[in-house]
């Protein structure tokens, strides 16, 4: 089994930055995809961004393009998101998720597992 722990959401304001980090612990992710989803309130849970298991493809929703980083250290069973340029758009519980192909999760196919998620407030 495999526990996803994310941390670093908070309130920010508008304009600025947030980095995200999940910890994966219980199996080692060298083979698997790791890939953060979000979900605003009202809204169903939709894709933000995944990384291959050795980091060679990367896919972001277009909505976050150019302004989000999505990035992995193995040795850490860690990945992370850098957000930049947060908009109020942005507000939503963010969701680490570890699956089996970075190109599944694009297509919001889902994930095999789930953090809990940690919220991310942006103001305006």
């Known amino acids: 089994q495999v526990q996803l722990v994310e941390s670093g959401g908070g309130l920010v304001q508008a304009g600025g930055s947030r980095g995200l980090s999940c910890t994966a612990s219980?199996?080692?992710?060298?083979?698997?995809?790791m890939g953060w989803f979000r979900q605003a309130p009202g809204k169903e849970r939709e894709f933000v961004a995944a990384?291959?298991?050795?980091?060679?493809?990367?896919y972001y929703a277009d909505s976050v393009k150019g302004r989000f980083t999505i990035s992995r250290v193995n040795a850490k069973n860690t990945v992370y998101l850098q957000m930049n340029s947060l908009n109020f758009e942005d507000t939503a519980v963010y969701y680490c998720?570890?699956?089996?192909?970075?190109?599944?999760?694009?297509?919001?196919?889902?994930?095999?597992?789930w953090g809990k998620g940690t919220l991310v407030t942006v103001s305006t």
């Open positions: 998720a570890v699956g089996l192909r970075a190109s599944a999760m694009a297509t919001n196919a889902g994930a095999d597992y």
């Open positions: 219980g199996r080692t992710l060298n083979n698997y995809a």
């Open positions: 990384i291959s298991a050795l980091g060679v493809s990367i």
